[in-house]
């Protein structure tokens, strides 16, 4: 079975401060990995997406997470934080059956 | 990718009401999905819906609270029935990318049952 877990609902950073966003996942196969920002009132966008190719993935906004099979680990970071990175993110992981598992979100304050 | 329509973005419905939602995507894709995002709560997968053939739902959600139509490759409607307060959510549909890898999302309708 697929699960995600996110430790820690709230995270606060300053700034211009790192950002890093937990996320561990539980796969019985080789799992693809997402990352999903809603801002308030949207839907939710991509982020990035672990797909089995290079374990460090990039994607939009300067956020890159990281894929660490030995941890189950998949952690979002962003070396320095924007006022408009404030947001709401989910980790998903996805089964062969092309089903979205989400986590239960952090949410993001950037604390000016 | 592809880009997601969903109608309505928001509507306050009275108790006991049936309201549909329209998710109209911008190229023919096989599978859409429907999720519900309570509030303060992640995503919860509610259905997915296939052209051609039954929705299939997930465990806590039947086709009676829940009806899905997919008549052609680019369309779908989930009507929530007999609403409750409870069932205040997001309603986000979904499909599925190219190779199937990520999935795209619409805005989501936020609806409120009062």
């Known amino acids: 079975a697929q699960s995600v877990t996110q430790l820690g609902s709230h995270v606060s950073v300053s700034e211009g401060a790192l950002v890093l966003l937990r996320c561990n996942y539980s796969?019985?196969?080789?799992?693809?990995l997402f990352w999903y920002v809603q801002y308030p009132n949207q839907g939710l966008q991509l982020l990035l997406k672990?797909?089995?190719?290079?374990?460090l993935v990039k994607g939009i906004n300067g956020f890159e997470a990281e894929f660490k099979k030995s941890e189950t680990s998949f952690h979002l970071t962003k070396p320095s934080a924007h006022m408009s990175d404030a947001a709401e993110y989910f980790c998903?992981?996805?089964?062969?059956?092309?089903?979205?598992?989400f986590g239960t979100g952090t949410r993001l304050t950037v604390i000016p | 990718s592809a880009v997601i329509s969903q109608k309505p973005s928001r509507d306050i419905c009275q108790r006991g009401t049936s309201l549909t939602i329209q998710c109209q995507v911008d190229?023919?894709?096989?599978?859409m999905f429907w999720y519900r995002q309570q509030p303060g709560q992640s995503l919860t997968l509610i259905a997915t819906?296939?052209?051609?053939?039954?929705?299939?739902?997930e465990s806590g959600f039947v086709i009676d609270k829940f009806p899905i139509s997919r008549p052609n490759l680019t369309f779908s409607t989930l009507t929530v029935s007999n609403m409750s307060p409870e069932d205040s959510s997001i309603y986000l549909c979904?499909?599925?990318?190219?190779?199937?890898?990520?999935?795209?999302f619409g805005q989501g309708t936020r609806l409120t049952v009062v």
């Open positions: 979904s499909v599925a990318g190219t190779g199937n890898t990520e999935a795209f």
């Open positions: 796969s019985s196969v080789p799992p693809y």
């Open positions: 672990y797909t089995s190719a290079a374990t």
């Open positions: 998903a992981v996805r089964n062969g059956a092309n089903n979205l598992f």
């Open positions: 190229s023919q894709v096989t599978m």
């Open positions: 819906a296939n052209q051609g053939s039954e929705a299939t739902y």
